[in-house]
């Protein structure tokens, strides 16, 4: 069960909420929180109560996990630096991962948002361990590579979306080669094999890592590499419109873009020529951005960033509940969303 | 000096980050940091220092009050407890804002994400209490009328993006019928006499606010109010994408969007129908949401909820700084944000 988004059920999902149990009971939030708390000095009827608690059940609702171990009179504090929380939709979804898991372990989560200063950063750590923290997790809004700055030298931590090699860091990022393989693999399948890579120009992780599963999956399917297939193009709606005259002259069927805003990009570039998606170009995106995936017309098939889970993989792993060893990058899944902008009839 | 997005000067403007400073100078985030601070054990050429200092000025860079008062021996708390930093790329800049006025004045920022369930609710704020937090901030991600959750009854605290009528509590929120009025002037400037409001379906005071000030221009314009004119929509593309065929019965010229979302599904369907923005219809949205307004074709004129500038605002009112009356509601202007579609040669 996923409460963001339409898509269906990804491999690692969203908690389900108490929002998502009241709009299934048709009752208020409170009304399943008191179900659900199993609070018995509140009036409510015994069908509500059944109605609340059949919902409870079907949607898997883990009991207040969060709340139960909060408090003890010894909160323990677990520090996150981020170097933008507010730069991106996604650096929410990491700390929210982050501070649901803490909470179960009895910690609270102390953030701090640093725009990537050193010197904010810097003293950002410096409070933190002034304030005995069980360890930190230092989070990026981007999957990068990074060097780690010398105040978390000695420190208890672990790296989240970001990785620094040579280092005994130990790391948690999302699997880009995996995801750059389930998006083409999901164009293969209906049967397309002139597909367009729209790559991004950034040099990161995610532009390797998905070049590297877009070969994977051709590589799988007996389908040749064409370098000249893999456009550089600026991963934002520009940098979509602006790659679809070359899409045109390669001739391909679809096109893997390298998020979802090339994705939309494309999109218009392909309408204001009177053009339809999938039938003149399958589009598959990367991301799940919420706001536009799903709202397109039609609604986007992509790949989710699984931010929310490298957050609580962070903590586990800081906690030593998920052992790993010094050094290592673990490395999450991310998922097919499995939308309407891929056509279901072309199979050759 | 805005930092994100591409619009100009909005009146409140987010702060210059070193990130500004480093494009504009051509040098790296660290290289602008230790010249900010002061640092000369760093190897710099004078050249370099000079660049980078000429921009400091330029753009107004705030010297390093986040860190300077940050760690003291002596840091103190205030809580903010939200009810979904993640389900919003909004909510991220709340707690931006919050943070570095915090830190401004020697306060580390406690962060509880609560999902809306008033357990986990109730179980934050006492795990903040027991930190001793100087007080608290309780923010919503949308801008919502709320009743003060018990919890705090005996608690500092000021509301930020809600308002609880009737009772003792501080509130700071956007100013809803400003920013309509300002979106709606904007239109009349450039002639437009029939101009339809999209408005949301789900009662909020953006609903009531937005409207009112949609009125608001349209009677110090002299032109009369027409209910026929103001449309129910989904707050979404697909809300948006569904009212075109009302709007062409209704013939108007221009369009003032709920929000960006509705603006972009909008969008769609006029490029469906191979129509012009803003020739065959002017569009004005509400948001300036990042990922969306600057991006569509054409770029699009909005309104920027003031969400960093909330969060600042709601420490400075808790600590004292800005002395407001109990049970005032502080509202704070939503700027425009010209961008290109709205026509420029309407006017009659």
């Known amino acids: 069960m996923q409460t963001k988004g339409s898509g269906p059920e990804p491999t690692t999902p969203a908690p389900v909420t108490l929002h998502d149990v009241a709009r299934a009971a048709g009752v208020s939030v409170a009304t399943v929180s008191y179900v659900a708390n199993g609070r018995t000095n509140v009036r409510l009827s015994d069908a509500t109560r059944l109605r609340v608690q059949q919902a409870l059940d079907d949607l898997g609702y883990r009991p207040n996990a969060l709340a139960k171990n909060l408090v003890k009179g010894t909160s323990k504090f677990v520090g996150l630096v981020t170097d933008g929380v507010a730069t991106t939709p996604f650096a929410g979804q990491i700390i929210h991962g982050a501070q649901d898991e803490a909470w179960r372990h009895g910690f609270v989560l102390l953030v701090a948002n640093t725009d990537a200063d050193p010197q904010v950063e810097h003293e950002a750590i410096e409070m933190m361990r002034e304030h005995q923290v069980r360890g930190i997790l230092y989070s990026t809004w981007y999957h990068r590579e990074i060097t780690v700055p010398p105040a978390l030298d000695s420190a208890e931590m672990v790296l989240v979306n970001c990785y620094a090699p040579g280092s005994d860091a130990r790391a948690v990022v999302p699997d880009e080669r995996q995801g750059g393989r389930v998006a083409t693999e999901q164009l293969l399948e209906q049967g397309h094999r002139r597909i367009a890579f729209l790559n991004?120009?950034?040099?990161?992780?995610?532009?390797?890592?998905?070049?590297?599963?877009?070969?994977?999956?051709?590589?799988?399917?007996?389908?040749?590499?064409?370098?000249?297939?893999?456009?550089?193009?600026?991963?934002?709606?520009?940098?979509?419109?602006?790659?679809?005259?070359?899409?045109?002259?390669?001739?391909?069927?679809?096109?893997?873009?390298?998020?979802?805003?090339?994705?939309?990009?494309?999109?218009?570039?392909?309408?204001?020529?009177?053009?339809?998606i999938p039938t003149d170009l399958a589009i598959v995106g990367f991301d799940n951005q919420e706001v536009i995936a799903a709202h397109l017309r039609p609604p986007l098939t992509t790949v989710q960033l699984p931010h929310y889970e490298l957050g609580a993989a962070g903590v586990r792993i800081l906690l030593g509940i998920d052992p790993v060893p010094t050094g290592s990058v673990s490395k999450l899944a991310c998922p097919l969303v499995p939308r309407e902008s891929v056509a279901s009839g072309l199979a050759d």
């Open 200 to 276: 991004t120009t950034w040099e990161s992780p995610a532009r390797t890592g998905r070049l590297a599963g877009y070969r994977d999956a051709l590589a799988a399917a007996g389908v040749g590499f064409d370098p000249a297939l893999v456009i550089d193009a600026e991963p934002n709606q520009e940098g979509g419109y602006a790659a679809y005259e070359e899409l045109r002259r390669l001739d391909v069927t679809a096109a893997f873009c390298h998020n979802d805003r090339v994705a939309m990009g494309l999109y218009d570039a392909l309408r204001v020529r009177g053009l339809k």
